[in-house]
């Protein structure tokens, strides 16, 4: 004779929780398929701007979520960031949003079911892979999805953009031209800052 698995009280609860997000998302045209794309954005390079293109295709709505505490020690601040995504994206599919905190925290509060990250390289992928387990653990519910961006900006990442930016390098076909000119200013106001009094 087959046995019923009495079902407990955690599972009942995370049944609850899942069809309840799912009523939540559901909109007068059906069902909304939101993403987080989440990241640092020191600043937005053509890299991520591929990636959002990308993740459009697949969802209705991407947010993509500028973190703010950020212990990267970041060149530009906050708003600075938010501005030139903001700038940077024409798609009215998308929303640019501060993040603080958990991202988890936040995706459910957007009542997001995914979290897209880009994948350049297998250098990306230790740290990636084990941000997404981690993100699965304290939330089940949310998947992350791997996008690739075009080859040509495979190498490409804000770190880089700003070494050479510093140098005096010419990043224009990087980044969007806004971003160009916000960085040429601010290594001349830092470099004007440190300059030598002669
Ligand atoms: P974080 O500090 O979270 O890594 P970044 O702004 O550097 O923030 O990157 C955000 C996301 O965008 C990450 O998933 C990163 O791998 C991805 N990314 C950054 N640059 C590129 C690029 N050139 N092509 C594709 N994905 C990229």
Redesign the pocket.
């Known amino acids: 004779m087959k046995v019923q698995k009495k079902s407990s009280s955690s599972e009942i609860l995370s049944v609850f929780s899942r069809v309840e997000r799912q009523a939540q998302c559901v909109e007068p045209f059906g069902v909304m398929r939101r993403a987080i794309y989440?990241?640092?954005?020191?600043p937005v390079?053509n890299?991520?701007l591929?990636?959002i293109e990308r993740a459009c295709t697949l969802f209705d709505q991407v947010i993509v979520a500028v973190?703010i505490n950020d212990q990267?020690q970041p060149l530009f601040a906050p708003d600075e960031r938010l501005a030139m995504l903001r700038r940077a994206i024409t798609n009215s599919n998308v929303r640019v949003a501060p993040m603080e905190g958990l991202l988890v925290e936040f995706a459910a509060f957007e009542k997001a079911h995914a979290v897209v990250?880009?994948?350049?390289a297998i250098s990306?992928f230790e740290f990636?892979f084990q941000m997404a387990l981690m993100n699965r653990k304290l939330d089940p519910e949310i998947e992350t999805i791997f996008l690739m961006?075009k080859e040509e900006?495979?190498y490409?990442?804000?770190r880089i953009v700003k070494e050479i930016a510093k140098l005096g390098g010419d990043v224009s076909a990087f980044v969007p031209p806004p971003v160009a000119k916000a960085l040429a200013k601010k290594f001349r106001i830092k470099l004007g800052e440190v300059a030598p009094i002669t």
């Open positions: 989440p990241g640092s954005f020191d390079t890299g991520h591929d990636v973190a990267k990250r880009g994948l350049r990306d990636e961006p900006y495979t490409l990442s804000s």
